[in-house]
Nanobody
Framework: QVQLVESGGGLVQAGGSLRLSCVASLASGGTFSTYTMGWFRQAPGKERESVAA????????YYADSVKGQFTISRDNAKNTVDLQMNSLKPEDTAVYYC?????????????????WGQGTQVTVSS
């Protein structure tokens, strides 16, 4: 069992930056480093989409084409955290951002492969 709590969302002007953080609480015996982690976002009227993902060790990452060079995902297995640094934000980045954990051994972008989800944090980018 994994509980995920995101923070760091807010309102920012276009061109600005935000850093999202996600802290994982695991049931007794659980190990954060056994989970592939991902960040997803969902804008009003749109499907939830993968934004970035990171392997269990942190050695491999994935980014959606729309955020390559703009967002950076990182994790600290000692602190049970995964962060998403978002730079040069655009109005189209406005969405609710979710942190998710998957038991997959390799990076996955499918929402179906992520069993645990945070409650989401709102990111609004004004033009």
């Amino acid at each position: 069992q994994v509980q995920l709590v995101e923070s760091g969302g807010g309102l920012v002007q276009a061109g600005g930056s935000l850093r999202l953080s996600c802290v994982a609480s695991l049931a007794s015996g659980g190990t954060f480093s056994t989970y592939t982690m991902g960040w997803f976002r969902q804008a009003p009227g749109k499907e939830r989409e993968s934004v970035a993902a990171i392997s269990r060790s942190g050695g491999s990452t994935y980014y959606a084409d729309s955020v390559k060079g703009q967002f950076t995902i990182s994790r600290d297995n000692a602190k049970n955290t995964v962060d998403l640094q978002m730079n040069s934000l655009k109005p189209e980045d406005t969405a609710v951002y979710y942190c998710a954990a998957s038991r997959n051994m390799v990076i996955t972008t499918s929402t179906l492969q992520y069993r645990y989800w945070g409650q989401g944090t709102q990111v609004t980018v004004s033009s």
